[in-house]
C-alpha cells in the first residue's frame, strides 16, 4: 500500500511466511532492525551478541575495545597487545598460562636486553632463570626459604658467602657420608675457622664415636695467647 499525502510511506507485505525477495538493493541510509546502514562507505553498529561462523576480521588501528576501555591490538606483525592486566582462571580454581603446542615458554621484558624466565619443555625440562649482564636473581621473604631437592650443586665465578643471625648447622645425616670443606686451588690459600666467641668451648671439635685425624705437609703449631693448651690423650 503506498500512503496519501506528504512523506507517505510504502508498505510491501508479504502473506503469512512469504518474503520479499529484490535481486539488487541500494540502501543509503535508515536503520534495519536499529542497526545504522552506511551509505558508501563503513559507518557503525550496535550489537548486543555477535555470531561469526568462520572468522572476525578487526583491522582498525583501534584494535578490540573491551568492557573497560581495555584494548586488544596487533600494530606490530606476529605480536599481540593487550593493554591492561593479563589474569588466567575463573576466580575460583588455578589460572594456567602455557605454550601453544610442545614448545618451551619463556617470560621477558619489552627490551632488548631483557632477563628472561624460560620453561624447557618437556619431559625433566629445565626452569632457567636468566639476568641479564650483572643483574641479580633475588629472593627476599621474611619467612623461611625452604629448598627440596635431590642435589644442591652452587658454582659460583667469584665468592660464596652465607651470613645468618642466629644458630646455624651444616649437616649430613646419611650413614657412612662424609662433609668436606676444603681449599683446592694451591698456592697460598688458607681454611680459616674463626670464633668471637669468649666460652671455654669457643672452638668445639667432638667426634663423638670415633677419632680424630690432623695430618699437615709441613711444619706447624698449636698456640693459646693466655693460659694452658692441654692435650689428653
Known sequence: SITDGPDGNIAITPNGTGELDISKVDIDGGTIDGTAIGANATSTGAFTTVAASTSVDI???AGLILQNDETIT???DGTVLINGTVASGTGSNVGVFQSNGDYDLTLQ?????????????????????????????DLTTSGALDMNAAAITIDASSGVSIDASDDSNVTVTGSAKDLTLAVAGGGTQELNIQSAGTGSSAVDINASAGGV????GAASNLTTSAGALTLDG
Open 59 to 61: 583491522s582498525g588501528a
Open 74 to 76: 596487533n600494530a606490530t
Open 109 to 137: 621484558t619489552g627490551n632488548s636486553t631483557t632477563g628472561t624466565i624460560t620453561i624447557t619443555d618437556g619431559t625433566n625440562g629445565n626452569i632457567a632463570i636468566t639476568p641479564n649482564g650483572t643483574g641479580e636473581i
Open 213 to 216: 685425624s690432623i695430618d699437615a
